[in-house]
Structure formats: C-alpha cells, structure tokens
C-alpha cells in the first residue's frame, strides 16, 4: 500500500467519487442522468447494466475521453477537469477492445506504457518485470503480442494498466471474447489484486455469474444508478435473493410489456 | 510532472511510431522506390520535353531531373503525412489511441509528439531517397544535404499537421484510394513539383493562381531554395503559417469536449 493509500483509506477519501454526473441532451434522453456513487479504497465494485445502459460513456467520461459540462470526477480526492494529469495518473485502464501492438513485443508494449506514466530506466524495468511474474507471462517479455492467446493478451493489458501502481483500476467489460475458464480465472485474479495491492476495481460487466456476493454492484439502467450495495443485499431486497433475479427486476423494459396488454 | 518524464513520453512515442515503421518493410520501400520511379524513369522521358531556363535559385541551365529532386523531396513528406493521418485513423478505430490519450500528458502535447514522430520519419525516407539518387549519380551541392535538414523539419511538420487535420474529418478507417485521389494528386501536381509555376501561367492564369496558394508549392519552393543554401522567405512564412493553423485546428478537434474520438460510441448509447 503506498503511502498516499494509507493516507487516503484513513481520512476517508473515496478512491473514485462520482457525482451528479450527467451526459446527453434532454431532448433525446439522457446517457447519463445525475449519475454518484463512490468506489472505496481497495474495493471491488461490479458496475453492472444491460446494454446502451450508459455503461460505455461512464467509462468515456471517467477516462477523460469525453467530458460532460455536468457533474465531478474525483479520484483519490483529485478533480479530473481541473487537475487532468494527476487524475488520470492515479487510474489504470483495461479497454474492451484490444489496445496493444500486435507486431511489438510484450516488453515493447510495457516500456511505451511505462513512459507514458513516467516510469523510465531500472524502475520501468523493474515494474515490468513483477507485473509480468504476477500474471504468469514472465517467460513471453520477448514475444511477440501477435502470437499471445486471447487470454494472455487480457492479462497483459492488465499488467500494463498495473505498472505505475494506480489507486483506481477501471475495467471496460474486460471478458468479452474470452472462454469461460479464462474468463473466471480472470475474475479470480483481479479480485486477488484488489486485495493483495489494496487497489480500488470498477470492473464493467452486463454478465451476472462475474459477480461474487461479497462485491459492491452498481446497478446502472437506462443512465440511471436502479440500486447499490453488495450483490448479497441487492439481491435479498430487489431479487428474493438472487442477483441475477434483481438485476432481471431492475432492468426490465416496462414499456414493451403495456404495448402488449394495450 | 518533471521536464524529464516529457521527454521520456516524447521519446516512447517517437520510438514506438519508429518500431512500427521499420516492420512495416514494403511500406519503407515504396516510399522509396515512389520518388526514385520518377526520378529515373518519368524525368528521364520528360527531360527532352522540358527545358528548364535559369531561375533562381539555379545559376545555370539545369536538367530536368534535378529541377523536380525538391518535389519529390516534399512527395516523400506528402505521402508520409497522409500514411500517419491514416495510422492515427487505424489507431482511434483499434483502440490503441486511448492507451495514449489516457496518459497524464495533454491532448495538444500528445499530438504534437505524434507529429514529431512523422516528421522524424518522413526526414528519414527523404535521406535514404537522396543516398539512392546520388548513388544513380544525381548528386547535389554537398552542403545542400545540409541546410536542406532544416527546411524538411518545417515542411514535415507542415504536412504531418495537415495530415492531423485529415485524419479528424475522416470518421473511419478507409482505404489509401480517397486519400489519394483527393488530397495527395490534386496537391502534388498544382504545385511547382513538376513543372515551374512561370511555364503554368503560360498555359492558365486559374491554375497558375491555383497552384500559388497550395501550401505544397511553398513546401517544395522552401526545399529547392535550401538544397542550394538559401533561405526563400516568403515560402517559409506561408509554410509557418498553414502549420500552425492546420496544428491548432488539430488540437481543437481532438480536444476532450469535442469527444472526436468517441462521439459515435456514444451515440449509439452502449
């Protein structure tokens, strides 16, 4: 836990603190409407919703990718519009589409990412290479990405969103494409992560069984957060005790059910 | 954030775009082999059919291979500026762009690093070019290799910053053929590449007018000036000015607000 942690997980200070955040026009619905929530320091948290459930542009606004005139972004207490560097340099990014450079080599890949974030010489190196060991791609620095599987490809992307040591780690739907062992591992590993390194997940997902009952959901439907809590709790009020069955609840269509009884 | 760790994120980006580049053989190659085919082969057909008088900066009657060496030159950039329009385009569709502009550096600062890369690149090509060239024996006044460095910088970036500006209009990964037909052959040959400006006046007023204001002919005039040691100022002011231009509409394009890099994703509500 680095010392800015320690710091921040005793005064209190949300690892990500999303408010009133709001995206869109009013005229043709809002992606986004007064979206909050905030991420502990070290937890995991499912951001879950149906597809164009305002999932994808969260994630837009939270990378800095789009901005929205509405609402604040705050990572460790940092405002990502006023301070936009220290912001983005305290949050590690896994994209749903493959990011990497297929024709450059595993080490490649890491050394471009490390200095983009300022890591440089023995200390990019010696990042590089405790990542790569804790993923178990230790022995492929030198290959080419081309040649990595679907899963090893994932795994070094998170690798690569770990190396500068982010206190907030966002996850965009990131077992789409894989196979199911690959992807449970996947899910394994970065709630070990979590733990282990005390860093903060959102980990977007539209697949129930990712979710285990101990993590935080956020449930986002239609721009609108429908619940939050931990999966056992949302469950127990809004799904007579499963999940899958709240989330069923929460992110139904009413609309298509009166124009059938109409 | 330390001077140190901008320079370190200059060099990966510029390192990066330089490894892409040399896997990518026949890309090196036909840039290459695109000036030297009509260097060898077009010049030399045309050469009965051109006379070239004596206007500055040459000091005597020259052949007319020599007359197009700066078009090419500045061909060679062209070409280089749109390729990099077009990775910066694959780039954005792929995903790769985002690794980039997630980084704590500044959108203006990103892009400019990704045009000092092509820049970097594209001087790199016009060398080798110039190496083949002199070996075919079309050699140049030898501090010509010299104070063409500079010129190239400007007309490098001058071309890279268009092709910046290019690659915010086009929404999606195309193939070469728009761009080509569009952009590189209308800019390449109403410019004083092929044929001096003077011997187009002689034929149409329009297209004399025409060729005068496309940033391309200042490009090629500011090389063939500074092949030979001299500084053409004004093509340097124009070259100046549409890169600066061209650069700021870029970064305005690409900025956050703008949400270039994402409107449609967004769009479509997902």
Same mark, same amino acid.
């Not at chain 1, 149906?50 to 901005?67: I, V």
């Given at each position: 836990?680095?010392?800015? !942690? ?33 991420? @502990?320091?070290?937890?995991? =948290? ?8 305002? +999932? ?6 939270? =990378? ?18 006023? =301070?936009? @560097? ?9 994209? !749903? ?19 983009? *974030? ?20 230790? !022995?492929?620095?030198?290959? +080419? ?13 998170? @690798? ?12 965009? &739907? ?7 062992? =690959? ?5 394994? *590993? ?15 997902? *539209?697949?129930?069984? &990712? ?10 439907? +239609? ?13 127990? +009020? ?5 999940? @899958?069955?709240?989330? !069923? ?14 | #954030? ?18 892409? /580049?040399? %896997? ?50 500045? #061909? ?11 990775? #910066? ?36 090509? $016009? ?26 910088? $400007? ?29 590189? /052959? ?14 187009? %006046?002689?034929?149409? $007023? ?11 002919? %200042? ?40 949400? #270039? ?10």
């Amino acid at each position: 836990m680095s010392p800015e !942690q320690t710091l921040s997980h005793m005064i209190g200070t949300p690892a990500l603190a999303v408010e009133d955040l709001t995206f869109g026009y009013e005229r043709d619905g809002f992606h986004l409407d007064r979206v909050a929530f905030t991420v @502990a320091p070290g937890a995991f =948290t499912v951001l879950l919703g149906p597809n164009g459930s305002g +999932k994808t542009t969260l994630l837009l606004l939270l =990378t800095r990718l789009l901005e929205s005139r509405q609402g604040t972004i705050r990572v460790c207490g940092f405002d990502l519009r006023r =301070t936009p @560097a220290r912001t983005l340099g305290r949050m590690g990014v896994v994209f !749903q589409q493959p990011t990497l450079d297929l024709d450059l080599s595993v080490q490649q890949n890491l050394r471009y990412f490390a200095a983009l *974030h300022g890591l440089s010489g023995r200390r990019a190196e010696q990042r590089i290479a405790d990542e790569l060991e804790r993923l178990g791609l230790a !022995q492929r620095r030198r290959d +080419k990405v081309r040649v990595l599987s679907g899963g090893s490809r994932r795994r070094l992307e998170l @690798a690569r969103a770990m190396l500068h040591e982010p206190a907030l780690l966002v996850l965009d &739907e990131p077992t789409v494409g894989l196979d199911v062992p =690959t992807r449970s591992h996947l899910v394994r *590993h970065v709630h070990a992560l979590a733990q282990e390194t005390n860093t903060a997940v959102l980990w977007t997902t *539209h697949l129930i069984d &990712e979710i285990d009952p101990r993590d935080q959901v956020i449930v986002l439907n +239609k721009g609108r957060i429908a619940a939050s809590g931990r999966a056992a709790e949302i469950g127990a +009020k809004e799904g007579g005790g499963s999940i @899958a069955q709240a989330f !069923q609840r929460l992110t139904v269509d009413p609309r298509p059910a009166e124009q059938v009884a109409s | #954030m330390t001077v140190s760790a901008w320079t370190l994120a200059l060099r990966a980006i510029v390192g990066r775009e330089v490894l892409r /580049f040399v %896997q990518q053989r026949e890309r090196f190659a036909a840039a290459v082999v695109r000036p030297l085919l009509w260097l060898i082969v077009f010049a030399a057909g045309f050469r009965m059919a051109l006379g070239v008088s004596i206007t500055p900066p040459y000091e005597t009657y020259i052949t007319y291979e020599v007359y197009i060496v700066p078009g090419l030159i500045a #061909m060679i950039q062209l070409f280089h500026g749109m390729q990099s329009a077009l990775s #910066m385009i694959y780039d954005r569709e792929m995903g790769s762009m985002r690794v980039l502009l997630v980084s704590p550096f500044p959108r203006w600062y990103l892009l400019c690093c990704r045009l000092v890369a092509a820049t970097v690149i594209s001087i790199v090509q $016009v060398y080798v070019f110039l190496l083949i060239a002199f070996a075919f024996g079309y050699d140049l006044p030898a501090w010509g290799y010299v104070t063409l460095l500079p010129a190239a910088i $400007v007309t490098g970036l001058m071309l890279g910053s268009l092709g910046l500006l290019l690659s915010l209009t086009v929404r999606q990964l195309e193939n070469f053929a728009g761009i080509m037909n569009f952009v590189i /052959f209308p800019m390449f040959f109403l410019s004083s590449a092929l044929y001096p400006l003077w011997k187009m %006046q002689e034929s149409s $007023v329009v297209l004399y007018q025409i060729c005068s204001i496309n940033p391309f002919t %200042q490009a090629v005039e500011l090389l063939r000036f500074a092949l030979y040691g001299q500084l053409n100022e004004i093509a340097l002011g124009w070259t100046l000015l549409v890169l600066v231009v061209a650069l700021l509409l870029a970064i305005i394009g690409y900025s956050p607000s703008r949400g #270039m890099l994402s409107r449609r994703a967004a769009a479509r509500g997902e």
